[in-house]
């Protein structure tokens, strides 16, 4: 159940439909359709400063919360709005944490603010900090995969934030992997961090247009409604290609990487590097004793993106993928490595429980196993994502 806040006037174009989740319609900023360039939710100042007028207000922000030139933290500060913590996913506020790396609450250097990290033990901050609030903003890139972890900090501070009575304002970014909709959708027994919801791997959806179905759904396990606002973007269409102005992570440099990282994301739980600790990480596939390729490159410690890379200070050999034009869900690339390794007696998923979490499933790991090509496994999921599609329906802003 959602609680309504006034609603700002929103002619919806192109035959949208405007939302509406639980008994209660959630409000949505106006997002007039034009020929000009994807205008992004923060760059909307006049929308939603009237909203933080003498509020104290809570951020999840890291170095994408960009509005221009200027980090949204500095723009809120500049505009005399109460900013009272910055609350950092997994990397960090700057983006600076290795994937995986626990970091602790500090201060912020540039601003005096608080820290808080919601990465590791604490997803959730504590009551005491929550009680100091009145608004949150969520203003983070996504790239559209499922196990990509910022969706699910998301989901944990909308249960704090309900928990707490504090409005949860999510600020809309492009999902760079927005036309596509692919993979297996998650099982219930396989939830975890790098999975909580019932969405295919690439679902093809914004944040904005997932915090609407996390509610509609009733995903969140809340006992209080959440007063949950969502301000759309301005001529965003989500088939058009979208090139991310700031790297969402340390480990995703650019286009390439980004569209590679669903498909390479899988040998995060096999011997196999993609490339962290190399200049080109998720744009290269190799191993030092067997091999698909003849590219040759060196993970080395990088601090700050793979301070221990796999296969550190070896001499590796593999796939260069740094011009790939793949886009979407191609499981040639684990197939093919897995029989590889069966070939050479060579044990593949070294971590199958987390292949497992990553698929949101077992079933795609036996399949490859099972010698299933890529066109069988993607058939036996086609009913699935057509009920997902119609389960999404309602929650599309664009």
């Known amino acids: 159940m959602l609680v309504s806040l006034p609603l700002l006037s929103c002619t919806p174009t192109l035959g949208e439909k405007i939302p509406s989740a639980g008994q209660h319609p959630v409000p949505v900023i106006p997002k007039p359709l034009s020929t000009n360039r994807i205008i992004v939710a923060a760059e909307q100042a006049p929308h939603y400063l009237p909203l933080l007028q003498n509020k104290r207000v809570g951020l999840v922000v890291n170095q994408t919360s960009m509005v221009g030139n200027k980090h949204l933290v500095d723009v809120l500060i500049a505009n005399n709005i109460n900013v009272q913590a910055i609350f950092a996913p997994e990397h960090g506020f700057r983006g600076l944490h290795d994937a995986g790396e626990k970091f602790n609450s500090s201060i912020d250097k540039k601003t005096g603010l608080p820290l808080v990290s919601i990465y590791g033990k604490n997803r959730k901050p504590s009551a005491d900090i929550m009680a100091k609030l009145d608004v949150i903003i969520f203003d983070i890139q996504d790239v559209g995969v499922r196990f990509y972890t910022y969706i699910s900090s998301m989901h944990y501070m909308m249960e704090a934030s309900a928990d707490a009575g504090v409005t949860f304002i999510v600020f809309d970014r492009p999902n760079p992997n927005g036309g596509f909709v692919d993979g297996p959708i998650l099982e219930p027994e396989f939830t975890s961090f790098v999975g909580l919801h019932e969405i295919p791997l690439l679902h093809g959806m914004t944040v904005a247009e997932l915090a609407l179905m996390f509610t509609g759904e009733k995903w969140l396990e809340i006992e209080k409604p959440l007063k949950l606002t969502v301000i759309s973007m301005k001529n965003y269409q989500r088939t058009l290609f979208y090139s991310l102005p700031v790297k969402p992570s340390p480990n995703l440099p650019n286009d390439t990487a980004i569209s590679l990282y669903p498909s390479l ?104 196993i099972a010698g299933k090509s890529a066109q069988q496994i993607k058939l036996s999921w086609q009913q699935n994502l057509i009920k997902f599609k119609t389960r999404r329906k309602p929650y599309l802003l664009y």
């Open 265 to 368: 994301g899988f040998f995060e739980a096999t011997p196999i590097s993609i490339g962290r600790g190399t200049s080109f990480p998720f744009q290269v596939i190799g191993h030092d004793k067997i091999s698909l390729g003849e590219f040759a490159f060196m993970p080395v410690s990088t601090p700050g993106a793979a301070f221990k890379p796999k296969l550190m200070n070896e001499n590796l050999l593999g796939q260069d993928l740094r011009n790939s034009k793949v886009r979407g869900l191609d499981l040639h690339f684990i197939i093919n490595w897995h029989n590889a390794f069966i070939a050479q007696n060579e044990v593949f998923f070294t971590r199958a429980s987390f292949m497992d979490k990553l698929s949101g499933t077992d079933k795609l790991r036996k399949a490859i």
